[in-house]
């Protein structure tokens, strides 16, 4: 499945890139802006690999009524979001100490957003 098809990826990133930027104004220094921005990037990964993992789940049990070969790749799925999401978390903390609940802020908002962005059937014809 893919992704693009069931996520309004220019409503997402319309709504995003603002609110990233509006965090990147509490940055002290350029370290502190790299320290966001990786934490932006690792959450629109994660969010994808997310999102691809319960479509997925969605999917497979629509189809068949049971998940089929399928559950590997959502454990895969799973997995690599939560090592990409704590490596970026472990690396700000270095970066930012304290001051970490910034992007973790925006992570929770990055959320919100994506669950905007859902494409469904009878709000999205496009």
Do not use: W
């Not at 049971?66 to 690599?80: A, E, P, T, W």
Request: aromatic share 10%; glycine share 6%.
């Amino acid at each position: 499945m893919h992704l693009k098809t069931k996520i309004n990826l220019k409503k997402f990133f319309l709504l995003s890139l603002p609110t990233t930027g509006g965090f990147l104004l509490f940055a002290r220094n350029t370290e502190d802006i790299f320290a966001i921005l990786l934490v932006y990037v690792a959450t629109v990964t994660h969010l994808g690999m997310l999102a691809e993992a319960v479509f997925e789940l969605i999917e497979s049990q629509i189809t068949d009524g049971h998940i089929q070969n399928v559950k590997d790749k959502i454990l895969y799925l799973f997995l690599g979001k939560l090592t990409i999401l704590i490596m970026s978390l472990v690396i700000c903390r270095q970066i930012m100490g304290n001051r970490i609940i910034i992007p973790v802020i925006n992570y929770v908002i990055q959320i919100f957003i994506l669950t905007f962005s859902i494409k469904t059937e009878g709000r999205d014809r496009k």
